[in-house]
């Protein structure tokens, strides 16, 4: 555990001055400790957790050496509050700022070191960000690497970072409203502008350092599975594929750690895919659906990318899914070919504030809805 850096100089950057964290408080940026997901070829670490935060002076503002506090990473700027948002996470200020107002905060500065694992050697290297409200610059080491825009984005950092080396990531997020300034209709004389706001500001989502190939590799995957076709459907975003070379995909959908099914799709070339991407669908109708009765119906994919020798380029990270489909029927609502009817509202347990969206928060509201007569959210 690497604990809390109080006026220590590292390798990768001056002498970080910051507050004291109050006893059983600690900043742990030790990557061997935090959650991660692997597979042959690549590797997700999380970097959520506490980072160092203070509020930003202005645009053009150079990377503070001084006067850090902490927040934690994902979580809302705190200082707005009303009917459906509250704050519920613990800043912790430093007293050079401490009086300051943070609900009309619109900039802030983001830091924490950062061990890139040794075994990435050769890999690609990223930066991923799933939910970002606004806008963020990312430093490595006090240079600049590049930036994220809203909603979410992946960041190449190959080129900045060294495998078994440690790093200072420091990241420079604006809040900005999609329009900065727009017209608000407040009733039916005129048109008046007012300044946009942005209700929930900052990291908002979880933060990892992605390992990936650094030759072709799969970028996102999808599925889509038919109960009326009998059939499922693979999507996969795929990234730097050589031109002229044939590759083909390989689908492995797993029940609880047992190969249920394997597909193959046909072999392709960079020319055939659309905006980045390749489909293929093949005929399935498993036994297992995915249904109200039945939520624990789930499988795992895991797709891999081939070359035409068949050698092994890419195994992207798995992902769950449930053999289902959803449809209007007329007034009806289909479900696996049985209608259904809902009585729905929206979950906004998210939006209320972190303490409001766990797995105990979320029971008890769902509970709650279902005493009422509601069935779905």
């Avoid at 900065?180 to 908002?204: H, I, N, P, Q, Y």
């Avoid at 990270?317 to 289902?324: D, L």
Wanted: proline share 6%; hydrophobic share 40%; glycine share 8%.
């Amino acid at each position: 555990m690497l604990g809390v850096w109080l006026a220590t100089a590292s390798a990768a950057g001056p002498a970080q001055f910051e507050t004291t964290l109050p006893p059983g408080v600690k900043a742990v940026w030790d990557l061997d400790k935090a959650h991660r997901t692997a597979t042959p070829t690549r590797e997700r670490v999380c970097l959520n957790g506490l980072w160092r935060w203070q509020p930003a002076s202005g645009l053009g503002a150079p990377s503070p050496d001084t006067n850090w506090g902490f927040f934690k990473v994902p979580g809302c700027w705190p200082g707005v509050s009303d009917y459906m948002q509250k704050d519920s996470q613990m800043v912790f200020v430093h007293p050079n700022w401490k009086d300051q107002n943070t609900r009309n905060l619109t900039m802030a500065w983001y830091e924490r070191e950062l061990n890139v694992p040794l075994e990435w050697t050769g890999r690609r290297i990223a930066l991923s960000i799933e939910n970002l409200n606004s806008l963020a610059a990312v430093f490595v080491d006090g240079k600049k690497a590049g930036e994220l825009r809203f909603p979410a984005g992946e960041l190449n950092l190959t080129t900045f970072v060294q495998p078994g080396g440690q790093h200072r990531l420091t990241l420079f997020v604006r809040a900005l409203p999609l329009k900065e300034v727009m017209l608000a209709f407040t009733d039916t004389a005129a048109a008046k502008e007012v300044r946009g706001a942005v209700a929930r500001r900052g990291l908002c989502g979880d933060v990892f350092l992605v390992s990936s190939p650094d030759q072709a590799h799969i970028t996102n995957v999808k599925v889509d599975p038919s109960f009326r076709q009998r059939a499922i459907t693979f999507h996969a975003d795929l990234a730097t594929l050589a031109d002229g070379a044939s590759y083909r995909l390989t689908a492995k959908v797993s029940d609880q750690g047992r190969v249920e099914k394997t597909f193959a799709s046909p072999p392709f070339k960079s020319a055939d895919l659309k905006n980045g991407r390749f489909t293929f669908t093949e005929s399935w109708l498993p036994e297992k659906l995915w249904d109200l009765h039945t939520p624990q119906n789930q499988f795992d994919l895991e797709l891999s990318l081939t070359d035409g020798a068949g050698r092994v380029l890419d195994v992207y990270f798995p992902t769950r899914f449930g053999f289902r489909e959803f449809w209007i029927d007329g007034p009806d609502f289909k479900l696996n070919g049985t209608r259904v009817f809902w009585s729905g509202v929206p979950l906004d347990n998210a939006q209320v504030g972190a303490a409001a969206a766990n797995y105990a928060a979320a029971k008890e509201t769902f509970l709650r809805l279902q005493s009422i007569g509601l069935n779905m959210v």
